[in-house]
């Protein structure tokens, strides 16, 4: 049994498909499985998934609900212990798998384990760095828990517990998760690497969000999502994580990191 279930999701991502795979495929230690789940593509991904595929556990090409139904397909076929999701278009940071793995079978009670990311452009180059510290209840009281998707590795006995992604969401699915994996009672470990790479790019359904210019839809989506789980964001509660982050250093290391890194290629 493969330790490690990871997902790609890819809908006409040819551009960056094969970086992305290569990423994973290329960690330290084989006790992973890596699945495809492409939405009926016509650009040339399908040729790259076919390229690699003796060395992928799944694969399909069809077409889906999106992103979230296509995640929530590919880890029905999962036979990991521990599951997460990398886009198409990013990258899965080198070493992550074996110091994730190292973690875990260390701390075996542990259900999810988070780490940092780094925001990459089109070339592979890092613009900046973003880290974050433990859980604390208080610190998500009124404010968003702080992982992103790839980022997060957590059991599948935990994510089945939840229901799975929810598929009517298409920005905010992964807030979504943690919140509910908050309710069922997880709590996060974070381990400070940086597991995985964002590519900012105009075709990225959430870049803009960067910006604070999310789309009406995206900005629409987050409100329902926040209502259905009865969770509000507060300006104390945001304030609280960012004093947070200023004490235990998260910023500080994040912007010495971003100086010595800017502009690398990853």
């Not at 075709?203 to 409100?223: F, I, N």
Request: proline fraction near 3%; include cysteine; aromatic fraction near 12%.
């Amino acid at each position: 049994m493969p330790v490690f279930s990871i997902i790609i999701p890819v809908l006409n991502h040819a551009k960056f498909l094969e970086k992305a795979l290569r990423s994973v495929l290329n960690q330290t230690g084989m006790n992973f499985e890596v699945i495809v789940v492409d939405g009926g593509s016509t650009d040339g991904s399908v040729e790259i998934i076919r390229r690699y595929e003796d060395r992928i556990a799944w694969w399909c090409s069809e077409k889906d609900a999106g992103q979230s139904a296509a995640i929530n397909k590919g880890f029905g076929h999962a036979t990991g212990k521990y599951l997460f999701w990398l886009n198409a278009d990013d990258l899965l940071l080198p070493d992550t798998l074996h110091k994730a793995q190292k973690y875990l079978s260390e701390n075996p009670t542990c259900e999810w384990l988070a780490g940092n990311l780094i925001y990459i452009d089109q070339g592979d180059r890092v613009l900046w760095c973003a880290r974050d510290g433990g859980w604390h209840d208080w610190l998500y009281e009124n404010a968003p828990v702080r992982v992103y998707g790839p980022s997060s590795i957590f059991i599948k006995e935990l994510f089945d517990r939840v229901g799975g992604l929810d598929e009517s969401l298409h920005y905010v699915m992964d807030t979504d998760l943690w919140l509910r994996f908050k309710k069922a009672g997880a709590r996060f470990h974070r381990l400070q690497h940086y597991f995985w790479a964002f590519r900012v790019h105009d075709d990225s359904k959430t870049s803009a969000d960067l910006k604070g210019a999310a789309t009406p839809k995206m900005v629409d989506e987050r409100a329902r999502m926040y209502l259905r789980n009865n969770f509000r964001v507060t300006k104390l509660g945001l304030l609280k994580q960012r004093m947070w982050r200023v004490c235990n250093g998260a910023y500080f290391k994040a912007a010495v990191d971003t100086i010595r890194w800017k502009k690398r290629r990853v």
